[in-house]
Each structure stands twice: as C-alpha cells, then as structure tokens.
C-alpha cells in the first residue's frame, strides 16, 4: 500500500481554494482596516517591514505588497531581516524567497546570540534582552534607510498575552500600541495585524507555503510567561467562545473614572454639579455581569 497521500478531488480543490480567497480577504481587510483607524501609513512612506522568518511576519509581508498594489495611496516596501548568528539559521532561505517576489530587501548581520548567551543565565528567559538588542539595530537600520515607518508583525493576540503579562507580572494595564513613537523620538513603529487572529495567520501560512524558519533562542522555551497567558487564553476561547473578541474590543472602549489611576482621572477635584452624567454610576446599574456574557435589566427593576 502506497505511504503518498491521495490527490484532492476537483470538489476538494474548489472548496480549498474558495476558503482560501475567504481567508485573503479577511486578513486583508483586518489589516486594512487597522491601517486605517490608526493612520499607519500614508502616502509617500518608506515602510521597513521587519521579516524574522515567522509566520507573522511572513503574512505582514504578504498583505502589505497585496495593499501596496490596491491601497488608494502610494508607499515603498523594503524588507529588513536580522541575522542574529543562531547556529544552523538557513541563511538562503530569507534572500531567496524576497529575491522571488523582487521585493528590496537588506540581511543584516549582527551576532546578537552570542551577547544574549553569554549575558542570560542557563534556563532564564532570554526574550527581553533579545528584544533590546535586536531593536537597536532595526532602529538603526531604518534610519540608514530612510524608513519613514517601521511595521512589526505582532497579531491580536500578542497584544492581548500582553495586557495580561502586565497585569499579572507588572502591575500595569498595558499592552502593544498599534502606533507608537520610539524612546529618541526618530521612528514611527507600526503594527498592521492588531486586528488579526494568530489562527488566521497559521491558516494562511499553509496556504502560503511559507518557508517558516523557528527562532532556536526563545522559541524552544515552552515554560515563558507569555507562553502560559497564551494557553490560557486559548482555553477560554475554547470554553467561552467570543470571550477574546470581547476582551480585544474593551482595550478600544476604555472608561477612566471607573478605573483607579488619578492620572487619567481628576479623582481629587470630583464634586457634585448636579448635572446627569452619563460616565456616572448609572451607566453600570443597568447591566448584570454572567458567566454567559451581559444581561441588560428592564428600566426601573433597581
């Protein structure tokens, strides 16, 4: 009996490509629409797309070049990948495959494994100081270049593992902005995907065949914080569907008088003036909070 597994069926091939298209448009209109509320790039820039060789940055990659086709503006790509000197990193595959879509591209190499070997301690996380270093040099990269803006490819649900890492870690809310100015004030960064699903970004790269290389530094670190918050977010999705979706949105829909910090809120100076207000306590008493969601009650039940 033949190992080779059977060829698909022309009913197959169809619905496999239907989901496919389906599958474009929405990641395309996701980030699309990112772009879009937060102004991410207009017409004229010089986007540094930062490509690690993972999945989401490969389907950053990927979408851009698809809207810098179609997008009503005009803006430049050009591809910048770090070569951090991991041992057995395939070095062709990245040059070969953006020499495939005749995209500029820049392989820059810095041994930055090296510095987080010999820094970290065996069995402690190496992700923050990996992240330093390589910003560094990304930073530096796009001002030889004259980026205008840098895209990462962070999806929604890093940004949500990392309200969560704050929280739970840092004692902070905080998570990724989709926009953000960097510390010396010379760079625009960017992240396109904020309204796209990991899931939908592992589904697109089997589609894509893309030549996935994993990072052997962090990625083969299964006990990392961030690696715990996903599996618990994952689980709650799985058990409470919609859960995340409604997670994601109250980052957007923030109410900083029903909060604690006296930064964003004028706590100290709060007097009564008489006058309705609609942030006030009202605005809660006429919701009931469930494990199945939000139960609204009836006017005057309270």
Not at 201 to 223: D, T, Y
Not at 230 to 239: F, G, P, Q
Not at 263 to 279: I, M, S, Y
Request: glycine share 8%.
């Amino acid at each position: 009996m033949s190992g080779k597994a059977a060829a698909p069926t022309a009913r197959q091939a169809s619905k496999a490509a239907f989901e496919a298209n389906k599958l474009a448009k929405w990641l395309r209109r996701g980030v699309g629409q990112a772009i879009a509320d937060y102004n991410m790039i207009e017409d004229g820039d010089k986007v540094m797309v930062c490509l690690s060789g993972g999945k989401d940055s490969f389907g950053l990659l990927d979408v851009l070049l698809y809207l810098r086709e179609h997008a009503p503006i005009r803006f430049d790509i050009v591809v910048v990948n770090l070569d951090q000197k991991q041992p057995g990193f395939p070095a062709d595959v990245l040059p070969a495959y953006l020499a495939g879509l005749g995209v500029p591209f820049r392989i820059e190499e810095q041994d930055t494994y090296s510095i987080v070997k010999r820094l970290v301690p065996e069995g402690k996380t190496t992700c923050s100081l990996c992240s330093r270093l390589r910003r560094g040099v990304l930073y530096r990269v796009a001002a030889e270049l004259g980026a205008t803006k840098i895209a990462l490819g962070h999806h929604r649900d890093d940004i949500l593992e990392t309200l969560f890492l704050n929280m739970f870690f840092g004692g902070k809310m905080k998570a990724m902005s989709p926009k953000l100015v960097t510390d010396d004030g010379r760079h625009v960064v960017i992240r396109p995907m904020a309204y796209v699903r990991e899931h939908d970004l592992e589904a697109w790269a089997k589609v894509r065949q893309f030549p996935i290389i994993p990072c052997n530094l962090c990625g083969s670190q299964p006990n990392l914080q961030r690696a715990q918050v996903k599996r618990m977010l994952r689980d709650w999705e799985k058990r409470f569907p919609g859960r995340i979706e409604t997670l994601f949105r109250s980052m957007a829909n923030v109410v900083p008088s029903h909060l604690l910090d006296a930064q964003l809120h004028d706590f100290r100076n709060l007097r009564a003036t008489g006058v309705p207000d609609p942030q006030g306590d009202i605005a809660f008493d006429v919701e009931e909070f469930s494990n199945d969601g939000v139960v609204s009650l009836p006017p005057g039940v309270l």
